[in-house]
T-cell receptor
Framework: DTEVTQTPKHLVMGMTNKKSLKCEQH?????MYWYKQKAKKPPELMFV???????INESVPSRFSPECPNSSLLNLHLHALQPEDSALYLC??????????FGEGSRLTVL | DAKTTQPNSMESNEEEPVHLPCNHS???????IHWYRQLPSQGPEYVIH???SNVNNRMASLAIAEDRKSSTLILHRATLRDAAVYYC?????????????FGAGTILRVKS
């Protein structure tokens, strides 16, 4: 099993909603990442978890709240988002030789 | 953070080799060079990585300059399925939890 699974694939939410994105891997990897990608731009690093602890936060606004309940699961909690937060949110886990395995992403639209 | 520079776009003919360059003049002695590609409507996909020596795998080859200030990803026979954005990224030697930052990448177009 070499997959990173992200759910939901698509999410539409209002600016007052609270929602969560979920990412799961069963490869035994100990580092997981969240990236944000706008159309025709490269992925932009948001958060890095290493051994279930937050190791990198790239000055992301507090309306994005990551959580790593266990080594297989990574969540991104969303609250009071703005329309400009609409993007593709990518999760990745880091393999044993440092390479990243990405999911297909969750496409978020904020109305 | 060491930065990478790549051409905005390149074009290739199908069945011909493609050489995608990347400059990383501020690379530290222990940074790994990673390459990823992103096909339309998909997440990025790992292609190959190396430290000092040239590397080959089933997808591509990676040629690293002797001074490590540049590298080249080589696709030996481009197919239409290789049309994607190719990213060159530097990774610090710590195995887990690195600050892996994507640059603008190179859009590869493959003509039939």
């Amino acid at each position: 099993d070499t997959e990173v699974t992200q759910t939901p694939k698509h999410l539409v939410m209002g600016m007052t909603n609270k929602k969560s994105l979920k990412c799961e891997q069963h490869m035994g990897h100990r580092a997981m990442y969240w990236y944000k990608q706008k159309a025709k731009k490269p992925p932009e690093l948001m958060f890095v978890y290493s051994y279930e602890k937050l190791s990198i936060n790239e000055s992301v606004p507090s309306r994005f709240s990551p959580e790593c309940p266990n080594s297989s699961l990574l969540n991104l909690h969303l609250h009071a988002l703005q329309p400009e937060d609409s993007a593709l949110y990518l999760c990745a886990s880091q393999g044993y030789t440092g390479e990243l395995f990405f999911g297909e992403g969750s496409r978020l639209t904020v109305l | 953070d060491a930065k990478t520079t790549q051409p905005n776009s390149m074009e290739s003919n199908e069945e011909e080799p493609v050489h995608l360059p990347c400059n990383h003049s501020t690379i530290s002695g222990t940074d790994y060079i990673h390459w990823y590609r992103q096909l339309p409507s998909q997440g990025p996909e790992y292609v190959i990585h190396g430290l000092t020596s040239n590397v080959n795998n089933r997808m591509a080859s990676l040629a690293i300059a002797e001074d490590r200030k540049s590298s080249t990803l080589i696709l030996h026979r481009a197919t239409l399925r290789d049309a994607a954005v190719y990213y060159c990224i530097l990774r610090a030697p710590t195995l887990y939890g690195n600050k892996l930052v994507f640059g603008a990448g190179t859009i590869l177009r493959v003509k039939s």
